[in-house]
């Protein structure tokens, strides 16, 4: 189910990854300009920017998000 980020009901959902689940959370309404990584005890993520939103990846330290990147960018097409 969507949760709320920046005042907007934001959907997300979790994929396999290579080392274990990927959520992926779609930012459609979020405009970055160059990607941004996070880090947090356990757990790794990248921001994404994909046309005029932003894409954020997360999951284990030990995940390749490289190969999961570019199919998540080839596949997303922003709708209004």
Same mark, same amino acid.
């Given at each position: 189910? !969507?949760?709320?980020? /920046? =005042? /907007? %009901?934001?959907?997300? %959902? +979790?994929?396999? *990854?290579? &080392?274990? !689940? +990927?959520? @992926?959370? @779609? %930012? !459609?309404?979020?405009?970055?300009?160059?990607?941004?990584?996070?880090? =947090?005890? /356990?757990?790794? *993520? +990248?921001? @994404?920017?994909? *046309? #005029? =939103?932003?894409?954020? %990846?997360? =999951?284990? !330290?030990?995940?390749?998000? #490289? &190969?999961?990147?570019? &199919?998540?960018?080839?596949?997303?097409?922003?709708?209004?």
């Amino acid at each position: 189910s !969507p949760c709320i980020i /920046n =005042g /907007n %009901l934001t959907p997300h %959902l +979790v994929i396999q *990854g290579e &080392r274990g !689940p +990927v959520t @992926l959370i @779609l %930012l !459609p309404d979020e405009k970055i300009d160059a990607p941004q990584t996070i880090e =947090g005890d /356990n757990i790794m *993520g +990248v921001v @994404l920017p994909v *046309g #005029d =939103g932003s894409i954020a %990846l997360f =999951g284990s !330290p030990e995940e390749k998000f #490289d &190969r999961i990147e570019k &199919r998540v960018i080839d596949s997303v097409t922003w709708s209004t």
